[in-house]
């Protein structure tokens, strides 16, 4: 079985600063791609940022120069740093990841976090 529990969300007024963190736990043989996706009230989830097993990083338009994504390889965690945030970021936030476990070495699955609320509001 594996897990991916975010932590790190919250209530801030715009301009402020959140980072959320994601860790990977269970039987992981290997951990690829990692992304955060988020979802805000009536509308689909999208994109937000993603980051490759070796650190390749790309964000979507509406967060770039604002938001970065990381990964700590050895904490199986990966982050987002939100700065400047508008309220428009408001939304459930998701991490995402593609992963091999232990138990089945022939092909990759793509598990998804519980999702992790930010509201940014004065």
């Known amino acids: 079985q594996v897990q991916l529990v975010e932590s790190g969300g919250g209530l801030v007024q715009p301009g402020g600063s959140l980072r959320l963190s994601c860790a990977a736990s269970?039987?992981?043989?290997?951990?690829?791609?990692m992304a955060w996706y988020r979802q805000a009230p009536g509308k689909q989830r999208e994109l937000v940022a993603t980051?490759?097993?070796?650190?390749?990083?790309n964000c979507a338009d509406s967060v770039k120069g604002r938001f970065t994504i990381s990964r700590d390889n050895a904490k199986k965690t990966v982050y987002l740093q939100m700065n400047s945030l508008k309220p428009e970021d408001t939304a459930v936030y998701y991490c995402?990841?593609?992963?091999?476990?232990?138990?089945?070495?022939?092909?990759?699955?793509?598990?998804w976090g519980q999702g992790t609320q930010v509201t940014v509001s004065s």
């Open positions: 995402n990841a593609d992963i091999k476990t232990i138990q089945d070495l022939l092909r990759r699955r793509n598990y």
């Open positions: 269970g039987s992981i043989f290997s951990i690829y791609d």
């Open positions: 980051v490759t097993s070796d650190g390749s990083t």
